[in-house]
């Protein structure tokens, strides 16, 4: 009798430990009504209240100890990942694929213990340890993102940024399963001084007689005129220098002699620097624009044609992208140009107007020098991106046929027009790692500067005073060259 009563007890726990249990996980899985005396956990933001973000890799395993002890478990979506109860107060939760799910785990009464988001990734440690062992120094993060992966951190050059990148993507099955976040710390700055050095020697010599003749023989009249170009420059520059003779009366001979002969130096310096951070790129110009003719706008009301004017830039442009290497190393992506107005081949435009005049209007062309390639350079180090020597040499002879053939005679029936040019340019190059320099160790053009007074103005004819402060120690500096104060 004992023991059946105590078997029956037993079989009566049982059961009511399975409806309860039953009880509860149905209260878990269904809507609380109005009418129900147990209130529901208000959810958070992210899901059950006080949820935890869990990720995990797929086939990896954590343990969870919880305060009380362990009566159901609520697993959204097993496939994601799993938990496994060994001990009232112990579980496993296990990443089986790839995805997201949360766990949620309850004790006897039916109050909620534990609540837990599950984000299961990929594993990340492979890509982890290769990352530490290729960059040591380096702080970078890895987290998982869907079938992906995210790199976020920190490190010395966007040199290792893009190797991190590299080594991510291969090892997480392509470029497109991973996010490079990658920030530079102390991003280097890059200055680029760039020295365009030209001397350009023209002689021109241009020599030409024309002749002209008149004779008249009763009714009849005879007239002779030969005139020789230059063409060999393009331009005639002897318009002005001439020596006509004139020999005759009834046969009447006039001839003009002209004589030119011209030697000029150009030479061009230009210095100019940029600064920009590593892997950005810098632009800079230092000229101007002129305006050149780009059509006729016509109105269709009163006829009246108006000219479209666009407008050219010239001057002494620069355009750098640097990208800061290991060992102070710099890669360089560079164009420098240094352009300036000429006369040669010029176009004269004409338009008529009304009341018969013509309208020109001149366009000079321009002379460019231009330079643009990829190098690498240490810092501090000078490379000539261009280095050119040019000579060029012009002659041509026009005159009459036949008699400018003579070997002396022939002379008075042509003119000779020549030309040499010689240019020698070098473009230099040399980039600086540079650092932000406080204000004080930086000086202006305009340092020191007074104007004239009125007695040295009146009497002397300055300008301006001597550059410098007066009282003023400067510090002691090494120059090279000529080199000393403004006077005018």
């Not at 993507?169 to 050095?197: E, F, H, P, Y």
């Not at 340019?425 to 650092?435: E, G, K, Q, S």
Request: charged letters at 15%.
């Amino acid at each position: 009798m004992t023991g059946s009563r105590h078997h029956r007890s037993m079989r009566g726990s049982l059961a009511g430990a399975m409806s309860f249990a039953a009880l509860a996980l149905s209260a878990a899985l269904t809507p609380v009504l109005a009418g129900d005396l147990r209130v529901a956990a208000p959810l958070a933001a992210e899901g059950q209240m006080g949820a935890r973000f869990l990720p995990l890799g797929i086939g990896k395993s954590i343990v969870i100890d919880l305060p009380r002890d362990i009566k159901d478990v609520l697993v959204a979506d097993p496939k994601i990942a799993n938990a496994v109860v060994r001990s009232a107060q112990r579980a496993y939760i296990i990443g089986a694929a790839v995805g997201q799910t949360n766990i949620v785990f309850f004790d006897a009464s039916g109050q909620q213990i534990a609540a837990y988001d599950i984000a299961v990734t990929r594993d990340l440690n492979g890509i982890r340890t290769a990352l530490k062992q290729m960059m040591p120094n380096a702080e970078i993060r890895v987290e998982g993102l869907g079938d992906g992966v995210m790199l976020s951190g920190w490190v010395s050059s966007p040199v290792e940024a893009q190797q991190a990148g590299e080594l991510a993507a291969r090892l997480a099955g392509g470029a497109d399963k991973t996010v490079n976040s990658i920030a530079v710390r102390g991003r280097d700055q890059v200055m680029l001084k760039v020295t365009v050095a030209e001397v350009q020697r023209d002689i021109i010599k241009q020599l030409g007689i024309d002749l002209s003749a008149s004779l008249n023989y009763g009714t009849t009249a005879v007239t002779f005129n030969n005139a020789n170009p230059f063409t060999a420059f393009g331009r005639n520059l002897v318009a002005g220098n001439g020596l006509q003779g004139s020999f005759g009366s009834t046969p009447s001979v006039t001839a003009t002699l002209r004589a030119m002969e011209s030697a000029g130096v150009v030479r061009t310096l230009a210095e100019p620097n940029l600064t920009a951070i590593s892997g950005e790129s810098a632009t800079f110009l230092a000229g101007g624009e002129f305006p050149v003719p780009a059509g006729y706008s016509c109105d269709p009301a009163t006829h009246v044609c108006t000219t479209q004017i666009s407008f050219k830039k010239f001057g002494i442009a620069l355009n750098f992208t640097p990208v800061v290497l290991t060992e102070g190393r710099i890669s360089l992506r560079v164009m420098t140009e240094v352009s300036e107005l000429s006369n040669d081949n010029s176009i004269t435009l004409s338009q008529a107007v009304t009341n018969n005049t013509v309208n020109s209007l001149t366009i000079p062309s321009i002379k460019v020098r231009r330079a643009e390639t990829t190098l690498e350079i240490p810092s501090g180090g000078a490379m000539a991106m261009a280095g050119l020597i040019h000579e060029q040499t012009k002659q041509a002879i026009n005159g009459l046929p036949g008699l400018s053939q003579l070997p002396v005679l022939g002379t008075l029936f042509r003119s000779r027009d020549f030309v040499n040019r010689n240019t020698e340019l070098m473009v230099l190059v040399t980039p600086f790692i540079v650092r932000a320099v406080a204000q004080k160790d930086l000086s202006r053009p305009d340092d020191g500067f007074a104007d004239a007074s009125d007695p040295q103005a009146d009497l002397l004819g300055n300008i301006n005073r001597i550059y410098g402060a007066p009282r003023r120690t400067e510090p002691g500096r090494g120059y090279r060259g000529n080199y000393g104060f403004i006077t005018d």
